[in-house]
């Protein structure tokens, strides 16, 4: 919700997703509404736990690199 107001001075005339979903939330929430926030919400999911397994598997091989090298 801290991106509306930024987004709402920064781009004039035209219209956003994150003024869009603000705008369609005083009306009411729609099932578009409930599609586009499930879909932001997945994919946020599903990059954490890409990120997290990525670094966890470079981050438990570091110590075994490191008795290689010795």
Same mark, same amino acid.
Do not use: K
């Given at each position: 919700?801290?991106? #509306?107001?930024? =987004?709402?001075? /920064? #781009?004039?005339?035209?219209n =956003?997703?994150?003024?869009?979903?603000? &705008?369609r /939330?005083?009306? &009411?929430? =729609?099932?578009? #509404?409930?599609?586009?926030?499930? $879909?932001?919400?997945?994919?946020?999911? $599903? $990059?954490?736990?890409?990120?997290?397994?990525?670094?966890?598997?470079?981050?438990?091989?570091?110590?075994q690199?490191? /008795?290689?090298? /010795?």
């Amino acid at each position: 919700m801290d991106e #509306i107001a930024v =987004t709402f001075f /920064l #781009i004039g005339r035209d219209n =956003t997703l994150p003024l869009e979903i603000w &705008g369609r /939330l005083r009306r &009411g929430i =729609t099932p578009e #509404i409930n599609a586009i926030s499930s $879909l932001i919400f997945a994919v946020s999911v $599903l $990059l954490i736990a890409v990120w997290y397994r990525l670094r966890a598997r470079s981050v438990s091989s570091a110590p075994q690199e490191l /008795l290689e090298n /010795l």
